[in-house]
């Protein structure tokens, strides 16, 4: 079992010719046992709202990208695929930077192309956060290592000015007393700052850590 998996597997998202896939909406509308109508009032939109959308004639929104696939119980990604658009697009008021990465031992530096996130991991994470304030992502970039398993996986976590809260047995992105930042699996803490860590590689150690916090959700 991978060091993530092992700590964190609670944490494991206009033209006018939109090109959408109808026939595709219209399946997963009867595999759900559901209509056209019935799924805009799930949604809180007008029906002919939704005709418009599946006509092409008015384009999806996040939002309801997001509350159409929990409904639908598919992923979001497919529900922004076939309504015509691109899933590596970046939402015009994206709120989680990509700012981190997170090389194979877990060390996390500043990434070398910072920006927003794309539309299918905004998705996604906004399925799994309460809410995104503060929150900033990391992504894992590496062909070897502790956590080469997870390359090309995002992380999402606070950015932290403290220790935060009680952190026992909470897989967190740990800033250590030397400044540098990395993923690591915290078994205790003392109000001194110091704390019990278990490293992505299995190494235990102590250290009396600048901040900590929780891995709010992992993104494959």
């Known amino acids: 079992?991978?060091?993530?998996?092992?700590?964190?597997?609670?944490?494991?998202?206009?033209?006018?010719?939109?090109?959408i896939n109808k026939d595709w909406f219209m399946s997963a509308f009867k595999d759900r046992g559901t209509s056209l109508r019935r799924t805009a009032k799930h949604l809180e939109i007008d029906p002919s709202a939704m005709s418009r959308t599946l006509s092409g004639q008015r384009k999806l929104q996040m939002n309801e990208a997001q509350a159409l696939a929990r409904f639908l119980n598919i992923p979001v990604a497919d529900v922004l695929a076939n309504a015509g658009m691109d899933?590596?697009?970046?939402?015009?008021?994206?709120?989680?930077?990509?700012?981190?990465?997170?090389?194979?031992?877990?060390?996390?530096?500043?990434?070398?192309?910072?920006?927003?996130?794309?539309?299918?991991?905004?998705?996604?994470?906004?399925?799994?956060?309460?809410?995104d304030?503060?929150?900033?992502?990391?992504?894992?970039?590496?062909?070897?290592?502790?956590l080469e398993f997870w390359d090309g996986a995002t992380f999402l976590f606070r950015d932290a000015i403290e220790v935060e809260g009680q952190l026992a047995e909470t897989l967190c992105a740990v800033t250590f007393s030397d400044g540098t930042q990395s993923i690591a699996h915290i078994s205790s803490t003392r109000p001194s700052g110091e704390a019990?860590?278990?490293?992505?590689?299995?190494?235990?150690?102590?250290?009396?850590?600048?901040?900590?916090?929780?891995?709010?959700?992992?993104?494959p």
């Open 87 to 131: 899933i590596n697009q970046v939402p015009e008021n994206s709120s989680i930077p990509l700012s981190k990465q997170i090389d194979g031992t877990g060390l996390i530096t500043d990434h070398k192309k910072a920006g927003p996130l794309p539309y299918h991991i905004i998705a996604k994470a906004k399925t799994n956060l309460a809410s």
């Open 1 to 19: 079992m991978s060091f993530v998996a092992k700590h964190a597997t609670d944490r494991i998202i206009m033209s006018n010719d939109i090109k």
């Open 133 to 146: 304030k503060a929150v900033i992502a990391a992504e894992v970039d590496t062909s070897k290592g502790p």
């Open 196 to 219: 019990n860590l278990i490293l992505p590689n299995g190494k235990k150690t102590k250290d009396t850590i600048k901040t900590a916090t929780p891995i709010l959700a992992i993104i």
